[in-house]
């Protein structure tokens, strides 16, 4: 079974400026690579949980995503997702390849879910100020996103979040508004 036997390279547009002379320099390269990748063996092969996802993932967990979102979209205006480095840019990543690139400046009709902002990347006190500034008395929640939890950045901007969020809605409330990413330990 090879994972990558069903991918091909068009580079056809390409052909102006990219010789097939080129192509073929690398092409040894590029299988090489496609079977490293394949044997699980090389260099942070144990990152390599992606090459599955299309058939192998838990549908359980991926049930409990698809409606904490429904949830999210359904009480919140804004989301907060307060993370530094991988933690925020996967997301950050993922959003822009899915959506608009001005999307938080589209009519919210348009839109059709939350605004999405951005903490825990610095610890300016202006910019937290500024992004509740933002938030204003809408309704909100926030993604936190640490596999540790004790990042110094993102650890003051939930704390931040946490407090208003507790103001805003109570203990209880607070809780059902925040949501955690991190993995299994």
């Known amino acids: 079974n090879h994972l990558m036997s069903h991918i091909s390279f068009d580079y056809s547009a390409a052909e102006t400026f990219v010789t097939s002379q080129e192509i073929s320099n690398i092409e040894p390269q590029a299988t090489a690579a496609a079977k490293l990748l394949e044997s699980r063996q090389g260099p942070g092969n144990d990152f390599l949980g992606w090459l599955d996802l299309p058939t192998k993932y838990d549908r359980t967990e991926f049930k409990r995503i698809k409606k904490a979102a429904k949830k999210i979209q359904k009480q919140s205006e804004v989301l907060v997702v307060i993370g530094i480095g991988g933690s925020y840019l ?21 839109r ?58 109570g203990k209880s409330g607070a809780k059902d508004r925040i949501y955690a990413t991190t993995d299994k330990s």
């Open 90 to 110: 996967g997301s950050k990543a993922v959003i822009e390849f899915c959506q608009h690139s001005f999307y938080n400046n589209l009519p919210k009709k348009k």
């Open 112 to 169: 059709n879910s939350p605004q999405i902002y951005f903490a825990g990347t610095n610890i300016s006190g202006t910019y937290l100020t500024q992004l509740m500034e933002v938030i204003g008395d809408r309704d909100f929640s926030v993604n936190v996103i640490s596999k540790s939890g004790t990042t110094t950045e993102p650890a003051i901007a939930f704390r931040i979040f946490k407090q208003k969020l507790e103001e805003k809605y």
